[in-house]
Nanobody, 124 residues
Framework: QVQLVESGGGSVQAGGSLRLSCAAS??????MGWFRQAPGKEREGVAV??????YYADSVKGRFTISQDNAKNTLYLQMNSLKAEDSAMYYC?????????????????????WGQGTQVTVSS
């Protein structure tokens, strides 16, 4: 049974940092990523790891870093220089490798497994 459990969200002032974690179980060798959804907006890709490469949304490039600890089967998202517009529910997602591609950050529908989400609130 696949499980994704996020943690690390919270409230922070603009310019601050947070690190999100996603503990994964029930699978190996999956394509994984972070997505977010703000109230009234569609879910959008933030960062995805695929085939040894990382992909970021333009809005977070240079500020966010996705990483993975394979020994712990945990995915991370280090978020620096946070802005008010980064406020959203952040979701960890995973999908079988064969379903992933270089454009998967733009296609949340290809991700089969989702965590419950962790809220990030940035005050200006």
């Amino acid at each position: 049974q696949v499980q994704l459990v996020e943690s690390g969200g919270g409230s922070v002032q603009a310019g601050g940092s947070l690190r999100l974690s996603c503990a994964a179980s029930g699978f190996t060798y999956a394509c994984m990523g972070w997505f977010r959804q703000a109230p009234g907006k569609e879910r959008e890709g933030v960062a995805v790891r695929y085939a040894g490469s990382t992909y970021y949304a333009d809005s977070v490039k240079g500020r966010f870093t996705i990483s993975q600890d394979n020994a712990k089967n945990t995915l991370y998202l280090q978020m620096n220089s946070l802005k008010a517009e980064d406020s959203a529910m952040y979701y960890c997602a995973a999908t079988p490798y064969r379903l992933c591609g270089v454009n998967s950050i733009q296609a949340p529908e290809v991700f089969r497994y989702w965590g419950q989400g962790t809220q990030v609130t940035v005050s200006s």
